[in-house]
């Protein structure tokens, strides 16, 4: 039940998009987070970032992490994805992985 995977940009805002699995942010390792690399653009390898340096050349479009850092994606034709960091905290407040507009109603949640 519910979207298994959610934008961290607007539809249409990028042409490459950073999808989080659980849709929640930040992400938290414990969570056993998997990044998607999406794009409608060429196909080819994914390269990955992490902490702004190179950390991944020719990698899977999906991952699932085991060490905290700020990520982001990139494929050929594309540019750059919007960053997404994974945390390892104890407690975390976490907020729906979606756009979110002014007014909206919003579900935070405490983590331990």
Partial sequence: AGV???????T?????????????MPAVLWDWVTLTC????TPGATTWYKDG???WQKGPKHIIFTESGTYKC??????????????????VLQVPARAL????TVTLRCRV
Avoid at 4 to 10: D, E, K, V
Avoid at 74 to 91: D, F, H, Y
Avoid at 101 to 104: S, T, V
């Fill in 101 to 104: 507009l002014e007014g909206d």
């Fill in 38 to 41: 999406l794009t409608s653009g």
């Fill in 12 to 24: 249409g805002a990028h042409t490459i998009q950073l999808l989080v699995d659980p849709p929640w």
């Fill in 4 to 10: 298994p995977w959610c934008p961290l940009s607007p």
């Fill in 74 to 91: 990139e494929r050929p034709g594309t540019g750059l994805s919007l960053s997404m960091s994974v945390l390892n905290e104890r407690l």
């Fill in 53 to 55: 340096q190179l950390w």
